[in-house]
Structure formats: C-alpha cells, structure tokens
Antibody, heavy 118, light 107 residues
Framework: QVQLQESGPGLVKPSETLSLTCTVS????????WTWIRQSPGKGLEWIGY???????NYNPSLKSRVTISVDTSNNQFSLKMSSLTAADTAVYYC????????????WGQGTLVTVSS | ETVMTQSPATLSVSPGERATLSCRAA??????LAWYQQKPGQAPRLLIY???TRATGIPARFGGSGSGTDFTLTISSLQSEDFAVYYC?????????FGQGTKLEIK
C-alpha cells in the first residue's frame, strides 16, 4: 500500500526557511493531490496547503505568503518550503494524500518534528 | 474560515460501552467531513469520510452521521485500542479546518 515519509531538518533558526520533502512509495504520485498539515500544542491541526501532481496548488491564506509546495513526479516526491520562520512554526509536520473530489486525507506520513530555535 | 467545534473536550467511557462524539461547524460543510483517530506519537488515521463512509479496514463499530453543521462519531462498543484523541475535519470551505479534538479516555 501507499506509504509516505517526511524528511528534513529537525532544527531551524528563526527567520530562516524550512525545507521538507515527502517521499511516496508503493504507488504513483499521479492522479492525486498531496498535502501538508502541521500540528502544534498551541494551534492543534492546521492544513498548510496541497499540490496536484500536475503542479496546481492551493494554500491556507494564513500561511500563503510564506509557503511554496512543489512536486517532483520523476522521484515520486513533493516538497514544502516555508520562509521567515518563528517559534510559532514549531510543530510536527505531516504529509498526506488527498484523493481528488474526496473529503479525506489518507494515508498520512509519520510526521517530523521541526523546532524553530536559535 | 469555518470553525469546527468538538464536544466534549474529554469523554470518559468504560470498555464495552458506547461513545458519542460531536462536531459542529460554524457554517454548512454539507457532507464533506472526515473523522480521524490519533494515538500518542502517531499520525492521525482516517476513520470516516464523507460524514458516514468508513475508511478501508475500519471496524464496523465506528459509525459517522450528520450533514450540514452537526456531525456525530459513534463507537458502539469501546475496545481498549479505541482510547485516543478524535478529530473532525471539514473539506467544504477554504481553508480546510480541523476541530480541536475530543480525548476519549478510560473510565
């Protein structure tokens, strides 16, 4: 079955840019939307945005100015870049699959903790 | 954005009993709602989507109902592995939003 795995640095300095990658295995990245979600104690679960395998994107307006999601179909990966980080961006970041036209995220990656600190 | 409010925040139920969790949307989300289960240190797991469709591999004791603004997740006979945090999420309005969660604990 399809599995997702996040990778990237666990510690990022304030004002820097976070880069995370989600690798999809056991299935093709084609024909789906792929999404990023984060979870922090203060804000709970927060949807960041998604990308279609064709490259079209949709972002949460609250983060849109700082976020870019991209896809690499040749490597079955998609990525998140978030700029101008602050301590409020400290969270567990998850990637997940979002079937077109279906209200669900499934499956999810295991998540990766990102701490923003100097 | 569409605020999702879950109640209660914590629910204490004995194994074998029935649990009823609520999720209310500040505006209609039609049937575009999902429920997830999360255990400590794990990612959320999809239980229910389209308000009432069980995801693959989810036991029949999990049931979802509702449409518009009021939704319910029912667990008919609680097993030990069901004690966790449950979240609802709406997909009808941008941006997608989650409830704050209901912690289901052993009584």
């Amino acid at each position: 079955q399809v599995q997702l795995q996040e990778s990237g640095p666990g510690l990022v300095k304030p004002s820097e840019t976070l880069s995370l990658t989600c690798t999809v295995s056991g299935g093709s990245i084609s024909s789906y939307y792929w999404t990023w979600i984060r979870q922090s104690p203060g804000k709970g679960l927060e949807w960041i945005g998604y990308i279609h395998y064709s490259g079209s994107t949709n972002y949460n307006p609250s983060l849109k100015s700082r976020v870019t999601i991209s896809v690499d179909t040749s490597n079955n990966q998609f990525s998140l870049k978030m700029s101008s980080l602050t301590a409020a961006d400290t969270a567990v970041y998850y990637c997940a699959r979002h079937p077109p036209g279906s209200p669900r995220f499934d499956p999810w990656g295991q998540g990766t903790l990102v701490t923003v600190s100097s | 954005e569409t605020v999702m409010t879950q109640s209660p925040a914590t629910l204490s139920v004995s194994p074998g009993e029935r649990a009823t969790l609520s999720c209310r949307a500040a505006q209609s989300v039609s049937s575009n709602l999902a429920w997830y289960q999360q255990k400590p240190g794990q990612a959320p797991r999809l239980l229910i989507y389209s308000a009432s469709t069980r995801a693959t591999g989810i036991p029949a004791r999990f049931g979802g109902s509702g449409s518009g603004t009021d939704f319910t997740l029912t667990i008919s006979s609680l097993q030990s592995e069901d004690f966790a945090v449950y979240y609802c999420q709406q997909f009808n309005n941008w941006p997608y939003t989650f409830g704050q969660g209901t912690k289901l604990e052993i009584k």
